[in-house]
Nanobody, 124 residues
Framework: VQLQASGGGLVQAGGSLRLTCTAS????????IAWFRQAPGREREFVAAVKWDSNRAYYADSVKDRFTISRRSAEKTVNLQMNSLKPEDSAVYYC??????????????????WGRGTLVTVSS
């Protein structure tokens, strides 16, 4: 299982960024892909996920209506479009792949492969 996250950077509050998780074809076709984030001194927290079989998306309440996760089959990528960014969105963002059942979709234990993180900094 191979994953690579990219697209982080520095943006002002209210701005937008798009993160990209690039997966191998096998991973893309057979694994749920999720984004988690971790701010300094805090636990890793769920942001969004998309199921491999239904393409259904799931979001944390804190990002719902601001972030959109989407699968792009041609590129074998999963994007996270982040709009209306807030300083509290600042964190290292990780993409992850797993085959867990729905009840484990929002927890790190539901994923067995992780990409290197990409830093998102939102200035006030």
């Amino acid at each position: 299982v191979q994953l690579q996250a990219s697209g982080g950077g520095l943006v002002q509050a209210g701005g937008s960024l798009r993160l990209t998780c690039t997966a191998s074809e096998r991973t893309y076709n057979n694994y749920n892909i999720a984004w988690f984030r971790q701010a300094p001194g805090r636990e890793r927290e769920f942001v969004a996920a998309v199921k491999w079989d239904s393409n259904r998306a799931y979001y944390a309440d804190s990002v719902k209506d601001r972030f959109t996760i989407s699968r792009r089959s041609a590129e074998k990528t999963v994007n996270l479009q982040m709009n209306s960014l807030k300083p509290e969105d600042s964190a290292v963002y990780y993409c992850a792949a797993g085959r867990a059942i729905l009840s484990f979709l929002r927890v790190p234990d539901g994923y067995n492969a992780w990409g290197r993180g990409t830093l998102v900094t939102v200035s006030s």
